[in-house]
């Protein structure tokens, strides 16, 4: 059983960084695809950066130049650096795990077998 749990969320002003952190507990990761989602208040759950098994990434436009994804160097961690802050990052969010490859799939949540308990992101003016 994967579990999943992140850390690294608070409150910042807009244009400030956070860096968010997922660990594993009982499996690496470097065989998994995994990604970010985040769930603003009143709204889905929407995709927002992507690390397939391979190492490929890819991002939502919204986010795009502002947020990088990578794969922590102890194996079992994914990491989420978030620059360029802005109010509408605000959310909650989650990481979640797909054992092996995930192609063009990777924005539907529906894939993802683990999810984390999320963290909140709060951006403010």
């Known amino acids: 059983q994967v579990q999943l749990v992140e850390s690294g969320g608070g409150s910042v002003q807009a244009g400030g960084s956070l860096r968010l952190s997922c660990s594993s507990s009982?499996?690496?990761?470097?065989?998994?695809?995994m990604a970010w989602f985040r769930q603003p208040p009143g709204k889905e759950r929407e995709a927002v950066a992507f690390i397939s098994d391979l190492g490929s990434s890819a991002y939502s436009d919204s986010v795009k130049g502002r947020f990088t994804i990578s794969k922590g160097d102890a194996k079992n961690s994914l990491i989420l650096q978030m620059n360029n802050l802005k109010p509408e990052d605000t959310a909650t969010y989650y990481c979640?795990?797909?054992?092996?490859?995930?192609?063009?799939?990777?924005?539907?949540?529906?894939?993802?077998?683990?999810w984390g308990q999320g963290t909140q992101v709060t951006v403010s003016y």
């Open positions: 009982g499996v690496m990761l470097t065989t998994y695809s």
């Open positions: 979640a795990a797909y054992p092996g490859y995930l192609g063009s799939r990777w924005l539907d949540p529906r894939a993802y077998y683990y």
